[in-house]
């Protein structure tokens, strides 16, 4: 029998704020430990959209199988985490598909046809509000991460629906965890004006308008949103990590306040224009296979 000593992929090393184009479990498992200092990021929702690239996160056919692969990836990015470091990750609904198959187009949004999805998971029923973002928190708990906050993202600008028979959803969530119990919080750094004018403590409401992004086919993070998690949870020039860069920004965000990013982004189309919008040197991307 013949045997091969298989070696692991060597560390990568972080210099400047980079962008890694590949898949974010492989990029992470390669990442330096407690290299960064905070997480913040939004995971491609289930069943949402198909974003036609291989090893997408998303179209898993069941919703235990996309938990799983998340959790798994979170631990990962949990290992990279400074010990003393935070993640913020936001994450949208959805509703069961009735095991249609298929999304019908909305005439006040047709963006959300889609020509295949997930079956309705086992335990519920059609027309059911299937409850991700909290079986992702709990996952994430059991996981060993610190569950801190819920902070509800109301969006005063929501996408309208062709609904009758339910409210109009107009938020998100944004969970804040942590890796330990003892972390670093910079409280004072995101204060807001209470009711009589004088700061307070922030309250787990957000109100904030979502901001599309021209040239995306696919949800964007307004700034307004990542600007408290970044300065409330780093410092400058700390390393901040986003393992769904998407149009890149939290690298925006984190070039304003003087922090270095490190994205990760499979599909080619999305690391051009993160690029373009960061305006980033040839050396600043680099592929992992």
């Not at 179209?59 to 400074?82: C, H």
């Not at 922030?202 to 300065?231: D, K, Y």
């Not at 306040?257 to 919008?277: F, K």
């Amino acid at each position: 029998m013949k045997q091969l000593r298989i070696a692991p992929p060597e560390e990568l090393n972080l210099g400047d704020s980079t962008i890694f184009e590949g898949d974010a479990l492989n990029v992470l498992q390669r990442m330096p430990s407690r290299s960064v200092q905070c997480v913040i990021t939004s995971p491609p929702y289930w069943g949402l959209r198909d974003y036609g690239i291989n090893q997408q996160i998303g179209l898993e056919p069941t919703l235990p199988q996309f938990i799983n692969r998340l959790v798994a990836l979170f631990s990962e990015a949990k290992r990279v985490l400074n010990d003393d470091g935070i993640l913020w990750l936001n994450i949208g609904d959805g509703y069961t598909s009735g095991n249609r198959g298929y999304r019908a187009p909305d005439k006040k949004n047709p963006a959300r046809a889609m020509s295949v999805r997930p079956n309705t998971p086992e335990g519920l029923k059609p027309k059911d509000l299937i409850g991700i973002p909290w079986r992702l928190a709990f996952a994430l708990q059991n996981d060993g991460w610190f569950l801190r906050s819920d902070i509800v993202w109301h969006k005063p600008n929501a996408q309208p629906e062709s609904v009758t028979d339910r409210p109009t959803r107009a938020h998100e969530y944004l969970f804040m965890f942590s890796k330990s119990e003892k972390y670093f919080y910079n409280q004072p750094a995101i204060k807001e004006k209470g009711t009589n004018g004088d700061l307070r403590n922030r309250r787990s409401v957000w109100s904030i308008n979502t901001m599309p992004f021209p040239g995306a086919h696919f949800a964007t993070f307004p700034p307004s949103l990542i600007e408290p998690c970044v300065l409330a949870s780093s410092r400058t020039g700390d390393y901040v990590l986003d393992p769904f860069f998407g149009s890149g920004t939290v690298g925006i965000v984190c070039i304003k306040h003087n922090r270095r990013y490190i994205g990760i982004e499979l599909h080619p189309e999305y690391v051009a224009m993160a690029s373009t919008r960061l305006n980033t040197s040839e050396k600043q991307i680099i592929k992992i296979a």
